[in-house]
């Protein structure tokens, strides 16, 4: 089941009915109720694959709790690699299998050798990064000592499988999620009327704005030969939007519907396209799956308090295992690699940098609007690796725009007056939360008390547009 | 962070009033918009879709709705109205009309078939074209919204019907659509002032020619593989056994494709005569299409002329249905 479905309309307020319902009862019985949900929230897409969910949740689960209990230290890191091998062998096999087998045939034939490997025929499970490396950082902050191993299975299972951030994030750590699972919950309404707010709001930027500009950039994408270099721009554009609103989108209606049930997920999105560098983007973008990727790879590797080649070392080994997690695709492992590179400087020079800048952003806002014009522009570029299909049709595509062509016409056909506005309004709502001063000048406004009205066109375009079921983009990862 | 607030026992009433109160606020700004969509053509264009001429939809309906009932009636998606020409289908000594529009699934091919016999004009044969493609949504919203937005109805039943369909295909917009083209057919007779379709032109009896320029060779792409859906499934049988009630032949078509959708026919189709598009010696020539699967007018004109001899056969030794 996916958000943007009619099923989750009906599925929403059955489960959130019976689990204050449960409140009655026990914190149990909730739990009971939010795993079944979780459950079948999943399984309406394939019902087979909650068996790999739920034996991953039985491993760790008694892993942890043996680890927990063991004191000796080659002991404990034998369990460990226990669970690290069954979840890595999991995502090694459904996810880069294949990638490994055409890799190694397509380096055979370079070299002209006949040992080419059958590829699998394996679906994809939904999600399983995501899980995944929840699981893992579970095992691992038990191992570290950082956590006390869940003691009850259905809580633990819950954990896991939790619905709202099961199949695309955020990412969530055990020693936040966890304890809010253990304890007794309460109905607030503040939070839940935040929730539904963030819902609304998630639901607008997925299915108003990301599907729309992602309807412009497939046809950019798929037909950039016959393009200019203005179009094959705007294409990049549409999908920077398009995978901002689809993934954003997602993690807002994940955060807003776990609050509807008491419960507070991490926020993964801070307005990534107004930061000023690469390194403030990756600090605003996904940010469940960089602070992951910080605390399990980067700082045991040695982060950077570390020679200088070191901290490239690392920074690279982070952006490449980052640009991997996405997908089993040398395009994906490139822009990594491209983020990687751009992050460098920063890394290493990181402190002056961000104090240099706060310092001019002291006497002029406009070199502030040119840093994240630059910040935007070289993200765009990485954004072109991560869309198209091969490492060919990104350069051929980097390609042709860089030829400044122009076709007559074609601009027409890719800008649409609804589109555009719709952008403006979500980078005018991006804004407003950015700055609050401002937010607080349009809330004085006497236009602010027919909110009501645009909270109407907007539901209006919502379901205008709401197509049944359009995946969201992360979902393949 | 999510918000602090103290708890109170009265949180889920004021809960309920927040969300009733939000509702009714949409609720009213969508009266709002529709009040005034029905006095400026403007809003009207912005706020509902706006009727077209792409599928010649309105022609069909309009035609349809001044034709007696066809001995055969072909119901489909956009392969069927732009690959079978019911003038070549003359020589069979038969009427023939085509009733798809674009996207059109079995599940609305089902309901529409209802409306038919509702309409009274239940044909003798009826030949269901299924594009395999179609076969893996779950409903085909595009269809549903052409049907309300540009067809032409002598009774409101027909709205009805449609408001049936958009609700069984969980489509709120479509529902909406349904009713308010309904209420505002009832001001504004349909007409043909409107944005023309650029990709083909309405000849008769629901066929529509492919403008297109026809293609020079067989597209690159990776034929899709598709099951069909339980419940495009299930709206099968009951059209099966709505046609063996009624004495209706039925025929199953597969409409031609250059690169072909790999599929496999589900067990209960059988039984049923199908005639597959992709035999016909013209599937495999690109001049004949304008895309992998819409054929050109001289496409068509061979394809319809290839079957009707397909349905002499066909028809002569189709399962007799009635008892």
Redesign the interface.
Known sequence: MIFNSPEFFIFLPVVFGLYWLARRVSVGLQNWILLTASYVFYGWWDWRFLSLIALSSVIDFYVSNKICASRRVAVRRALLGISLLFNLGCLAYFKYCNFFVDSWNDAMSVLGLSCSLHTLNVILPVGISFYTFQTLSYSIDVYRGKLKPASDLIEFFTFVSFFPQLVAGPIERATHLLPQIQQERRFDYDIAVSGVRLMFWGMIKKVVIGDRCGVFASKIFDDYSSLGSVSLALGVFYFAIQIYCDFSGYSDIAIGTARLFGIDLNTNFRRPYFSKSISEFWRRWHISLSSWFRDYVYIPLGGSRCSRTRTILNVMIVFLLSGFWHGASWNFVVWGMIHGVLFIPASLLGKRVQRDSAERSFWTHGLHILLVLRTFVLVCFGWVFFRCETLEHAFSYLKAIGEFSYVQGNLRRFVHSDVTGWIIVGMGVDLLIEKPRLAAWVQSCWLYRFRILAYGVASWSCMRLFQNGTAFIYFQF | ????????SS??S??GA??LR?LA??G???S??SVLACMFPRVSGR?FRQPQEYGCTTRRTLEWSQSPAPDLLFLGSSTCYLGVDPRELDLLGLSSFVLCSTSQTIGQSWRILQDIERQAKLPRYLVLDIYPELWR???S?TSTRDWSVNGYYEDELSYLSLLGLALS?????SA?LALYYWQFRKSQPISHDRRPDTTGIYRERGFVAGREAALSKIPQKTPMVVEMKDHFQNDFKEMIEFCERRGIQLVILLPPELVRTKFKLPDFLERLPVIDGQEWPGSSEPQHFYDNRHLVESGAKVYSTWLVARLEQTLDRAIRFAR
Request: hydrophobic fraction near 50%.
């Open positions: 962070m999510a918000p602090r607030s103290s708890t109170s949180s889920f004021r809960f927040f969300l939000r606020g949409i009213l700004t969508f709002l918009i706020f949504l779950r409903g919203w295909d969980m489509d709120p917009y909406v």
